[in-house]
């Protein structure tokens, strides 16, 4: 099943049966099988050919992000074993934010490994509060959330200010429109975070501010699946600018554009940690290098 999932996500992400059977050096009769084993152990149509392109179908759609999450939950997996084999190494313990996760850690972390190959890196996720808590307790070493505390025992340093800005894909009617502004949102087809995430809270709070109305065609709490859903939705969405890097938004068909009204949305990530006294050398050096990664990787 995990195979014929991976196999899935790459017909999506390609829209075409003839570049993805060249990208997973399948025969284009195989990867026909394998979809359509998919198709017949659920029992739906997951693509409809326009052309020589295939398109999701709506519960094609649900597929993918489902797709997507197994593939995330496999390389955790091998990411995982890959520690186990590895011999033992210095240990520091960082949590994130979800929003983090999905914008500036990636990133940051691959920089902060390269410079410091010998330390072993464990991630804790959760919300901005149990972070803080975790960091309180002594159950992680430093965070990054994406906001400021200010809390008697922890120092935060600000690392960079983000904000939202609207992507649509090329040829969309906002494409055309190089100043759109808030009203032009009202009625608009979007994909938006999930309820319960600080993302959702933001954009909510924006439109209640405005009066906007937008026809919320998905609720997603992954940034990954938002972007490779936009052209097949021909829909708009409000993303973090940290996530929007040029050559995503070039492979995915998709433009970014500033409104004046987004300004509004910018908040400051930060890096949270308790007494220096109670860390370890490690974690004081990769303290000392974290905002130069940061200015480096995000090229702010």
């Not at 995330?72 to 313990?93: C, D, G, M």
């Not at 600080?198 to 609720?219: C, V």
Request: proline letters at 3%; charged letters at 25%.
């Amino acid at each position: 099943m995990l195979e014929d999932l991976l196999v899935f996500t790459t017909v999506v992400e390609q829209s075409s049966l003839n570049k993805a059977s060249k990208l997973l050096n399948l025969s284009q009769p195989a990867l026909s099988r394998k979809i359509t084993k998919l198709e017949e152990e659920w029992g739906v149509s997951l693509f409809t050919r326009k052309g020589k392109r295939l398109e999701l179908t709506r519960v094609g759609h649900e597929a993918y992000i489902y797709a997507l999450e197994q593939r995330q939950r496999h390389q955790n997996f091998l990411r995982s074993v890959s520690r186990f084999k590895a011999s033992e190494r210095s240990v520091v313990t960082l949590g994130a934010s979800l929003t983090t996760i999905q914008t500036t850690l990636p990133p940051l972390v691959k920089a902060l490994m390269e410079k410091f190959p010998d330390i072993e890196l464990k991630l804790v996720t959760g919300k901005t509060h149990e972070i803080v808590a975790h960091i309180r307790d002594r159950k992680v070493d430093l965070g990054v959330v994406a906001s400021s505390i200010s809390e008697a025992g922890l120092r935060c340093i600000p690392l960079f200010q983000d904000h939202l800005e609207l992507v649509v894909p090329r040829g969309h009617e906002l494409a055309e429109n190089r100043h759109p502004g808030m009203e032009d949102l009202n009625g608009r087809s979007m994909i938006v975070f999930s309820k319960g995430t600080w993302y959702r809270k933001l954009i909510d709070d924006l439109f209640g501010r405005y009066g906007i109305i937008p026809d919320i065609r998905m609720e997603i709490d992954s940034f990954e699946a938002i972007v490779r859903l936009l052209p097949t939705c021909k829909a708009a969405a409000l993303l973090p600018k940290s996530y929007l890097r040029k050559q995503m938004l070039q492979d995915n068909g998709l433009v970014s554009l500033q409104m004046k009204e987004l300004d509004q949305t910018r908040r400051e990530t930060c890096l949270v940690y308790g007494d220096k006294s109670e860390l370890s050398m490690e974690t004081q050096e990769w303290i000392s290098k974290i905002k130069e990664s940061v200015v480096e990787t995000l090229a702010l």
